[in-house]
């Protein structure tokens, strides 16, 4: 088959990753995947085996734009149109993120499912804090998704959508995120040498108000002062600057953007996530499929469908972080065997590419 993946950009974030790992799959089940990035910001490393084009120059921050947007949504069709006489038919269409979605909503193109990759009322919620426009644009990108076909990441986001007025798809399921744990054990274990040897926690995710390194220092600074706390994260100066109001700016260690993290997340006693909300958190996952102990808010969507049975002892309210640090200091203690974790089955690439290829027409 043929299949289009269409994404605003490839800088660092978990939709990318998660769709590069689909396409990478679904490349070795012999299909072809071409990645539509919007912008032409690309972070992350692409394996030869994948083709990746560009839309716009540069950033694509505005390309939805109400005073943009019929002239954009032309130049996607065109790049369609283009692709289909390339390669003759064009079986399945992946939209993710707002710029990609109203795009995509607005056009003629077929065969398209919308990715929904968040906490739809979360990210409003947030949205509405910024300023009447900034919550405005944000729902009307998600009310142009009345009518399409979406695919929730996790089967809180699901059911979200379901009780919620606002989107009103034409069908709905659950297709949880696709990890090759193979790849991800291999770059586990490949040395680097600015990993400290000291015993440290890390924290995956970017610099954003929705993963709360407030409430995350908060907990790290009631630890015992011999662990660091290593942020994979951009913004490296504003995490030292929010670091500094909790004294523990001496621990930190930024070293940024990694193309591999698991390592990192191998050699770390302990992954913390601290968000107020996901939509399925990718980095859960990856630290338990290479078997480091995690512990996680209990928010809106996924930690809960990811740590069960005895893992759910390592969930924790939103904002509470004296519970965070009880938890990471139980989890440092206990050592739990994370490999055990129900959820691996769930998810490998194999099986998440399958039930991706079975929504082709």
């Known amino acids: 088959m043929n299949i289009v993946i269409v994404i605003d950009s490839l800088v660092g974030g978990g939709a990318e990753k998660v769709m590069l790992t689909l396409a990478q799959e679904m490349v070795s089940k012999a299909h072809n995947v071409t990645i539509l990035s919007l912008a032409q910001n690309i972070e992350y490393d692409i394996p030869n085996t994948l083709s990746v084009e560009s839309l716009f120059s540069g950033r694509a921050t505005k390309v939805d734009r109400f005073w943009q947007i019929k002239k954009n949504v032309k130049v996607l069709e065109a ?6 006489l390339q390669l003759g038919s064009i079986d399945l ?5 707002d710029r990609s979605n109203n795009l995509l909503a607005k056009s003629k193109i077929e065969n398209i499912h919308f990715v929904v990759h968040n906490s739809v009322n ?8 910024l300023g009447p426009f900034s919550y405005l644009y944000l729902k009307r990108s998600k009310q142009n998704l009345n ?11 699901e059911e979200e959508i379901r009780q919620s007025p606002l989107i009103t798809p034409s069908a709905m399921t659950t ?12 770059q586990a274990n490949e040395v680097n040498i600015n990993i400290p040897t000291s015993p440290y926690l890390i924290h995956v995710g970017r610099f954003a108000k929705q993963k709360r390194h407030d409430v995350l220092f908060a907990a790290f600074a009631k630890l015992d002062k011999k662990y660091k706390l290593v942020l994979l994260c951009n913004k490296k ?3 030292f600057k929010l670091a500094k109001q909790y004294g523990i ?6 070293p940024g953007f990694e193309q591999n993290p698991y390592n990192w997340i191998k050699q770390a006693k302990a992954l913390v996530l601290s968000s107020d909300f996901e939509g399925l958190p990718t980095v859960l996952i990856e630290a338990i499929a290479i078997g480091t102990p995690v512990v996680s808010t209990n928010c809106n969507f996924g930690p809960n469908e990811i740590l069960t049975e005895e893992l ?6 939103t904002e509470q972080s004296d519970l965070l640090a009880k938890a990471i200091e139980d989890v440092l203690i206990d050592s739990p065997d994370m490999k055990k974790a129900t959820i691996l089955k769930k998810v490998s690439a194999d099986a998440v590419a399958d039930q991706y290829l079975a929504m082709a027409r």
Do not use: D
């Open 79 to 84: 790049w369609f149109e283009q692709k289909l």
């Open 93 to 97: 269409v992946l939209s993710n993120l």
């Open 122 to 129: 979360a990210e409003l919620a947030r949205q509405k804090k």
């Open 147 to 157: 009518g399409k076909s979406l695919i929730c990441v996790s089967k809180g986001v």
């Open 175 to 186: 297709i949880y995120n696709p990890f090759n744990f193979k790849i991800m054990n291999e």
């Open 237 to 239: 100066e504003k995490a």
């Open 249 to 254: 700016e001496n621990q930190l260690i930024v």
């Open 312 to 317: 759910s002892k390592y969930l924790v309210p």
